[in-house]
């Protein structure tokens, strides 16, 4: 068995690092136990969402040979913005499917009717702004920018987002994904992007409450009457 000072300071490492890794390890159990009885489906909010929604179908589009841009042609995807169809090219141009016009964005009402078709009819509008940029912490980081920013007469705080650019709906946020992305953020302990597992405080915290956890074992062994009978009969 190892000496009384030996156990004594043993016992003050193991009583430090619990009090310093404390709060962590709370906030580590506390998001564990909010991920783990959480719907995920809820979380991306698709329960606000008409899961019903299809594309309409088009015809009477003009061919590519007929549209005059100033970039070949290497990426193609049609979409409905309004009830109309368009060709985005390229990931940069907006077409007019119909007539091959070049289109600069959509507007507030085209946003309107993307976001009435893909969220639940039951939700009222409140109010929508655009935003040009977001911060590493804002709910609708790295996405497309600018943004038209919906947000619905609800106690959840709904607000889906539909890209100015090329009419996509992008995103739905509520308050409990908002919970989720803080709880995520202390669990991951990246306090800047949320998804980086591989930060230098996480890996510090893990290894510190690995030997929090390997000196209680220890000051188990050293403290426990069992152990130092077995040991003495060894002798």
Request: charged residues 25%; aromatic residues 12%; without cysteine.
């Amino acid at each position: 068995m190892v000496k009384r000072t030996t156990a004594v300071k043993i016992r003050k490492a193991h009583r430090y690092l619990g009090l310093f890794l404390g709060i962590q390890f709370i906030m580590w159990t506390a998001s564990g136990l909010y991920f783990s009885w959480t719907d995920i489906d809820e979380i991306h909010g698709d329960h606000f969402r008409n899961m019903d929604y299809e594309p309409e179908a088009f015809d009477g589009l003009i061919g590519l040979s007929q549209i005059n841009l100033p970039a070949k042609i290497s990426s193609l995807r049609l979409k409905e913005i309004g009830g109309k169809p368009y060709y985005w090219i390229n990931n940069e141009f907006l077409v007019d499917a119909r007539d091959g016009s070049l289109k600069n964005g959509i507007s507030e009402q085209e946003a309107l009717a993307v976001a009435q078709k893909q969220m639940s009819p039951e939700l009222k509008v409140k109010e929508v702004v655009v935003i040009q940029e977001t911060d590493k912490h804002h709910e609708y980081r790295e996405r497309k920018l600018p943004a038209y920013v919906i947000s619905y007469e609800s106690p959840e705080d709904i607000k889906a987002y539909v890209s100015v650019e090329d009419g996509s709906f992008q995103t739905v946020r509520h308050r409990n994904w908002r919970w989720f992305d803080f709880l995520w953020m202390t669990h991951t302990m990246d306090y800047e992007s949320r998804d980086d597992f591989n930060t230098t405080v996480l890996r510090a915290f893990s290894l510190m409450g690995l030997i929090t956890v390997l000196s209680g074992f220890l000051l188990w062994f050293t403290s426990s009457p069992t152990m130092r009978k077995v040991v003495k009969r060894k002798k």
